[in-house]
């Protein structure tokens, strides 16, 4: 029964652009649905804020405005469900928006009570979550409608589920990723002192200490990066992110749980160690947070004058072709310049490759399946 109805909700999500006209309530049942979800989490999340929140976010949860907005939220989930309803001639988007909303609603809606918040232990980032998934798809999903690479795309397109998927896990557990990511860097803080060194480094102006920032960390991030295509052992990793087969910013979020601690773990060393002020590194992580969804995404601009300089949509696509010429290059998520430094840089004027994903497809679908994958004895062809 719940299978049924997921294949049923699945297939309507996925229904070609051109079945789907305007005023069919397709938008509409989409528009719910994500609402009526994000509702739901909300509302969860007053019930259990200790399990279910970031302890920064926590304390907004409590003001008037939260409440007011949360309500507004439900009411729009409950509007669009019931428009798209009446337009719909498949009910399953509509009925399942619908149902979330009631559901939402059942469990308190706006007027949850509260537990008080003591000292917090392990949490989960839910509500990281749906922020996190609302900012990045606000911001890229008009983006790449706009200006698309491959126009026949659409959002729901092939594994898309396994994306978010993706994106739900590093952020459900945002609080573990990023205490045993930083656990190289608080051995080294507390072994060194460098009292000069970082008085100087976090005395500049905060814009160069920005760039100075961006160019050590990508320094890092190359090598790891080339590394874990290189050795054998860990390219199985890291072929997790380089399976998906169509681009987008969704498609950012699939790299393997014990990649995400590697390579973070290596690249936060330089900011937090030699001595960056707080300003400087959040204006970072907030401009690598976008980035990293910007050289993703499926956008079609070519930025010819600027693609050697910095790292643009085509150098990054460049990197997951399929092609033999994309084969290890393009390492860069900055700057060029150490691709051309280290021998593997390739962007052609203008192309693109002509498809994404790696060759023979050795990497197997769904998210379990890919976190295994790496730890399963592979049968080698003698080729
Ligand atoms: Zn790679
Ligand atoms: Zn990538």
Redesign the pocket.
């Known amino acids: 029964m719940f299978s049924r109805l997921r294949d049923a909700l699945r297939s309507d999500l996925e229904t070609p652009r051109h079945e789907r006209p305007w005023g069919t309530g397709w938008i509409s049942g989409v528009a719910g649905l994500l609402l009526a979800c994000a509702g739901l989490f909300f509302v969860l999340e007053l019930h259990f804020p200790a399990q279910l929140t970031l302890p920064p976010l926590r304390e907004s949860y409590g003001s008037a405005w939260f409440r007011i907005g949360l309500h507004l939220l439900l009411l729009a989930a409950f509007t669009l469900s019931a428009v798209s309803l009446i337009l719909r001639t498949n009910k399953v988007l509509g009925l399942t928006a619908m149902v979330i909303t009631l559901a939402a609603t059942a469990l308190g809606g706006s007027r949850v009570d509260s537990p008080e918040v003591g000292e917090s232990g392990v949490y989960l980032g839910l509500d990281w979550f749906v922020l996190n998934l609302a900012f990045t798809g606000l911001l890229f999903v008009p983006l790449e409608r706009l200006f698309p690479r491959r126009r026949e795309q659409q959002l729901f397109r092939a594994e898309w589920r396994e994306d978010l998927f993706y994106y739900l896990v590093s952020s459900l557990f945002a609080q573990v990723l990023t205490l045993i990511s930083m656990a190289p860097t608080t051995a080294i803080l507390a072994h060194t002192r460098w009292t000069e060194l970082r008085a100087w480094v976090g005395g500049q102006w905060v814009w160069l200490q920005v760039l100075e920032i961006m160019f050590l960390t990508d320094l890092v991030q190359y090598w790891v990066?080339r590394m874990?295509?290189q050795v054998p052992a860990l390219w199985e990793f890291?072929a997790v992110?380089?399976s998906a087969t169509s681009l987008d910013w969704m498609a950012s979020a699939r790299m393997h749980v014990l990649e995400i601690i590697v390579l973070r773990g290596t690249t936060v060393i330089p900011m937090f160690v030699l001595g960056f002020t707080e300003v400087a590194i959040y204006a970072y992580l907030l401009l690598v947070y976008l980035y990293s969804s910007l050289v993703h995404a499926n956008v079609g601009w070519n930025f010819n004058r600027i693609g050697w300089l910095v790292v643009t949509p085509r150098f990054h696509h460049w990197?997951?072709g399929i092609d033999r010429e994309a084969i290890d290059v393009n390492?860069a998520i900055h700057f060029p310049l150490f691709d051309r430094l280290f021998g593997t840089y390739y962007l052609p004027r203008d192309a693109w490759p002509s498809g994404y994903g790696v060759g023979g497809h050795p990497v197997p679908r769904g998210y379990w399946q890919q976190f295994l994958h790496p730890f399963r004895r592979k049968t080698r062809s003698n080729d």
Do not use: D, I, L, M
Request: charged letters at 0%.
């Open positions: 990066h874990f295509h890291h992110h380089h990197h997951h390492f």
